[in-house]
């Protein structure tokens, strides 16, 4: 690619998302659904003004970095620490159910012959990026409601971290067994070992991280070295344990959460994400899905995933719930504030498109179970919000 080729991409990606972008806010819908708008129409769907290349995917891949880095410093550890029994079963249950429903749904649509051979881990992806949870709708929709600090509010706060830690460990797992060479015992092996050295070596980083916070708070050089250990932290992750990168990049982020200058360092790190490779993350998405070769097929299976990915989600945290000893409203409360995808949806499929276990038609899947979830949880939040005022109301009269 030539380098005023470059230059032409990068500008059309950029202006092009952020006027999507906002036109999408201004419509109450995720940011990001307008991004990856940009990108179809820029991209081979349409207009063709812009086309896939080596240059634009290692910006993504940085894009996909800073992303999971900022979720890491975003991950309170003490909430984490005090959530208990509850928030860790709501959140193994939206996990499996999800993910073994998008793989049953797969094995439906295409033959449950692939049981057995590589295909099968195919169609278990497909259930890994049903297991991802967004809960920046929710959190908006409780905060206009009053009801982000009660309990159903924190429960799903915390249900929501919990599912990300372990739906990166899915992730990581699922990813791992690609290679048909590697024994289950390995793999296991392999993930345990890169924790603990991120346990290990980790906490020897935060108590230097701390003591420079210390000596030179609100310094450039802080969110800087915090950069270069999400980027040294994937490429071990990658390299030398065979996990995502992501995962690294994510563990960086919990590494240095509770440092005084994690905030500073997550707006820092916001500022290029916000920029420029976020946009061209989201953007690339759409790049890299071409509408014209959809088919029923495919119409049909996404139309199964966005229903399979909304009610397993309801079903799997909100019966759980129930179980825990929170009431049937409540709980289908909790289930319908989980039941969101967003960035780390997208996420988990750019990941899967790099290493051959999906393929970029199915990114139309994942667009639509996002637009859906963030239009209806806010409004069936409501909803079940207002039929509790409304029952209030009438036990008081």
């Given amino acids: 690619m030539e380098k005023l080729e470059i230059l032409r991409s ?25 991004e990856i708008i940009a990108g179809l129409i820029l991209g081979p769907s349409l207009l063709k003004w812009v086309h896939p290349s080596d240059f634009l995917s290692g910006m993504a891949e940085i894009g996909v970095i800073l992303l999971m880095f900022s979720a890491g410093l975003e991950t309170n550890l003490n909430k984490l620490k005090k959530t208990g029994v509850k928030s860790t079963a709501i959140a193994c249950s939206g996990v499996f159910v999800p993910l073994v429903a998008g793989t049953l749904l797969f094995l439906g649509f295409y033959g449950f012959d692939y049981i057995g051979s590589d295909k099968f881990f195919h169609a278990v992806f497909i259930g890994t990026i049903l297991t991802a949870t967004s809960v920046s709708i929710t959190v908006q929709a409780l905060k206009e409601l009053g009801k982000l600090s ?51 070596v980790g906490f020897i980083i935060y108590k230097v991280m701390k003591w420079l ?30 996990i995502a990168d992501i995962t690294g990049a994510y563990v960086a982020g919990i590494i240095l959460s509770s440092l005084d200058d994690s905030e500073y360092i997550d707006r820092k790190m916001d500022v290029n994400s916000y920029m420029i490779f ?56 909790i289930g319908v504030g989980m039941m969101t995808r967003g960035e780390v949806a997208l996420i988990v499929s750019k990941k899967g498109l790099e290493v051959e276990m999906l393929e970029s038609k199915y990114f139309t899947s994942v667009i639509l179970l996002i637009i859906v979830s963030s239009i209806l949880t806010p409004i069936l939040l409501k909803m079940l919000y207002a039929k509790d005022a409304t029952q209030d109301s009438v036990e008081e009269s």
């Fill in 10 to 34: 990068v500008a059309v990606i950029i202006i092009t998302a952020k006027l999507f972008g906002l036109a999408a806010r201004r419509l109450k819908a995720p940011q990001v659904v307008g």
């Fill in 278 to 333: 976020g946009p061209i993350f989201f953007a690339s998405i759409g790049l890299q899905t071409d509408l014209r070769s959809l088919d029923m097929t495919i119409l049909l299976f996404s139309l199964g995933f966005v229903l399979v990915g909304l009610i397993s989600k309801i079903i799997g945290c909100g019966l759980i719930s129930r179980v825990c000893g929170f009431k049937g409203k409540d709980a289908l409360k």
């Fill in 150 to 200: 009660d309990e159903v509010g924190t429960t799903i706060l915390s249900a929501a971290i919990i599912d990300d830690v372990i739906g990166i460990l899915v992730l990581t797992m699922v990813i791992s067994f690609r290679d048909t060479s590697s024994k289950i015992t390995d793999v296991i092996l392999r993930t345990i070992a890169f924790f603990i050295l991120a346990v290990g």
């Fill in 213 to 242: 916070d210390m000596k030179y708070p609100h310094t450039q050089r802080i969110p800087i070295l915090g950069l270069a250990l999400a980027l040294a932290l994937s490429y071990i992750a990658d390299k030398y344990f065979g």
